[in-house]
Each structure stands twice: as structure tokens, then as C-alpha cells.
């Protein structure tokens, strides 16, 4: 026997949709810290409110702020470099507008972060034509946000709200561009299973320098080359509380964001997730450009890009050195394992 269902009463269907528009109402950040407006909760208050509560409006205040610094925390903990060199202020500006469009759909928040690189890495694409990091040197773009945002109008950006605040983001683009990939890296790692090392055998080198097979790369492997110094080895990720969360305009110059600073020679960071969690490290040019095309072709492909591209000696180092490299990758599990090509079967 089934039971009968019945729907909630008008009054209570009215009052959740209109408690869930005002949690939804971003919070204003005028005065130089995030706060509930007293526009947000015009609609809820008189429902709750009577002449003996003379504390509602300040309790639905503190509750809508909460909210949405939750919010702010779990974006900013999945991008702790972004914030880190944008400002927890001006990081959470870029937050709010794209949750207004992008807000939690589900139970789950750490489903909020995962359509937040996407956009921002769009709105950063937008600022530079078709084709042109691939005529500048290692795709290292040096123009501000600021001076890239100033060709372009708003209503182009997957989120137009971001212009003017993209307008005032005075920091070379590509610094944004690395530490937003190196945060979606580590990010993406976590999500993705965990590999162990692998005990690679001397057949198995032998059957890789041979193109009789080609490396399996880890799910959660990524390789990001990172130009400025964005503070990566003693990056802890941001403080729990408000402190950080709602962290004031004011404070932007003093302990917020940094003068940026271009390392002399670029980093190449590996990202992986090992059982014990999500290890990165860096490795020098040689490997990153062996560990990126491996990805995609076997390794006569590679010696014939490396007989091209590099100076003359660089094929008979890179034989000679294989080995030790793809024990390396094994032994760290970046590579899990071999595939082998139809004609080794």
C-alpha cells in the first residue's frame, strides 16, 4: 500500500522560494568587505520578524554572509595560488559574480569549484588573439590582465560582471594563467585515482626506445610550466574563518597580493596523485618536454623532434639518459605502464 503524498502548503512553498532567492542575492562589497545589504532579506524579514525580535534582521545578516563565505573558502581552497596572487578581496569579487551564474546545484561543494577554471581560463583567452602565444617565446604572455582587458568589452567574457574587475588586475597575464593551471592540476589530481609505482623492467625500456610500445600516463598526471615565483613550495591553503574568506579591499596592498617576481629560468611542475595524496614537484626543461610528448607519440617521434629542436648531441644524451628517466617517471608513478603496438603483439 502506497501513501498518499501531499504537497507542501502555498505559504511554505512561497517561503522556501523566496528564503532561497535571498540566500542566492550576492553580497555587497561596498565599505571594502563583503556584507548582506539590507535589500536582500526585504522579502523574508516580515515573515519572521515581529515587534518582540528586534534582532532578525542582524541574525538573517549573519546567516546570508555565512553562506556565502563558505563559498568563498571552498573556491579559494581549491585555488590557493589564484587567490593567492590576485587577493583574497579581489579573488572573492571574480567568486561572487561567477556563483551568481554558477551556484550550487547539488549537495556536494566541492562540486562548486569544478566550472570555475573553465570560465576564468575562457575570460583569459579572450584577452589574447588566436595563435598568439605560439609566436612568442614559450607562449609567456608579460601584458597586465589590466592592459589585455582594456581591448576588450565585458559582454564577451563568459562571465561579463568580471570586467571591471579584470580592469584593475594590474599582474602579467600569463602569471594568472600558470598559477589558475597549477591550482586546476592539483585539483584535478585529487579527483582522479591514485597511482603506485611502477616496477618498470629493463624489457619494458627496451620495448619503449624500440616504439614497440608506448607509456601508459597516470589519470592524475599533469606537467605545468610556471614562469613567476607564486609562492608554491610554502603554499598552505587559506585559514578557515572569515579572516581570509572576507578579507578587505584595504588590505589588498599590505598582505594580500605580491610584486610579481619572474624566475630566472621557468619551473616545470609535475602533479600527481600518489595514495598518500597529491604530490608535485619540479623538473628540469629536458624531462618536462620528454614527459609531455611522451603523452602523445612513441619515442622515434620524440628523437626526431629532439634531432629538430635541440642542439646537435641531444639525441645521443636523450638514448643515453632514457633509461634513468623512465625510472624515474615509474618510480614517482607518473607512468603506470606500457602499451604495446599491434605489431609487438
Known amino acids: 500500500m502506497t501513501t498518499p503524498t501531499t504537497s507542501p502548503p502555498a505559504w511554505w512553498q512561497t517561503l522556501e522560494a523566496d528564503f532561497a532567492a535571498f540566500l542566492q542575492t550576492p553580497l555587497r562589497d561596498d565599505g571594502g568587505r563583503f556584507h548582506s545589504g539590507h535589500e536582500a532579506a526585504v522579502t523574508v524579514l516580515p515573515r519572521v520578524h515581529n515587534d518582540d525580535d528586534v534582532g532578525a534582521a542582524r541574525r538573517l545578516a549573519l546567516?546570508?554572509?555565512?553562506?556565502?563565505?563558505?563559498l568563498f573558502h571552498v573556491l579559494q581552497q581549491a585555488f590557493p595560488r589564484t587567490s593567492r596572487v590576485l587577493g583574497a578581496f579581489t579573488f572573492n569579487q571574480l567568486a561572487g559574480a561567477f556563483l551568481v551564474t554558477h551556484g550550487p546545484r547539488g549537495f556536494?561543494?566541492?562540486?562548486?569549484?569544478?566550472?570555475?577554471?573553465?570560465?576564468?581560463?575562457?575570460?583569459?583567452?579572450?584577452?589574447?588573439?588566436?595563435?598568439?602565444?605560439?609566436?612568442?617565446p614559450h607562449g609567456v604572455i608579460h601584458d597586465s590582465v589590466a592592459a589585455r582587458m582594456a581591448r576588450v568589452e565585458a559582454h564577451h567574457l563568459p562571465v561579463p560582471s568580471w570586467g571591471p574587475v579584470l580592469r584593475r588586475m594590474d599582474l602579467p597575464w600569463s602569471m594568472l594563467a600558470q598559477a589558475l593551471s597549477l591550482d586546476e592540476a592539483c585539483r584535478r589530481a585529487f579527483e582522479a585515482p591514485a597511482s603506485r609505482p611502477w616496477a618498470i623492467a629493463d624489457?619494458?625500456?627496451?620495448?619503449?626506445?624500440?616504439?614497440?610500445?608506448?607509456?601508459?600516463?597516470?589519470?592524475?598526471?599533469?606537467?605545468?610550466?610556471?614562469?613567476?615565483?607564486?609562492?608554491?613550495?610554502?603554499?598552505?591553503?587559506?585559514?578557515?574563518?572569515?579572516?581570509?574568506?572576507?578579507?578587505?579591499?584595504?588590505?589588498?596592498?599590505?598582505?594580500?597580493?605580491?610584486?610579481?617576481v619572474q624566475h630566472a629560468t621557468a619551473w616545470h611542475h609535475v602533479v600527481v596523485h600518489h595514495p598518500e595524496g597529491v604530490r608535485h614537484g619540479v623538473v628540469d626543461a629536458v624531462l618536462a618536454r620528454i614527459l609531455a610528448r611522451v603523452r602523445r607519440e612513441d619515442f622515434s617521434a620524440l628523437l626526431r623532434h629532439v634531432e629538430e629542436k635541440f642542439p646537435p648531441g641531444a639525441v645521443a644524451h636523450l638514448q643515453h639518459s632514457f633509461a634513468g628517466y623512465a625510472r624515474l617517471a615509474a618510480a614517482q608513478g607518473w607512468w603506470v605502464g606500457l602499451t604495446w603496438s599491434r605489431e609487438s603483439r
Open 63 to 70: 546567516y546570508h554572509e555565512q553562506y556565502w563565505m563558505r
Open 108 to 136: 556536494d561543494l566541492d562540486d562548486v569549484p569544478r566550472a570555475f577554471h573553465p570560465a576564468l581560463q575562457a575570460a583569459l583567452d579572450v584577452l589574447v588573439s588566436v595563435g598568439e602565444r605560439a609566436r612568442t
Open 203 to 260: 624489457a619494458d625500456i627496451d620495448a619503449l626506445m624500440t616504439s614497440r610500445a608506448r607509456v601508459v600516463v597516470a589519470p592524475s598526471f599533469s606537467i605545468v610550466r610556471v614562469d613567476w615565483d607564486i609562492d608554491i613550495d610554502g603554499l598552505a591553503m587559506p585559514p578557515g574563518g572569515n579572516a581570509v574568506a572576507n578579507a578587505a579591499a584595504e588590505d589588498l596592498d599590505d598582505t594580500s597580493t605580491a610584486a610579481p
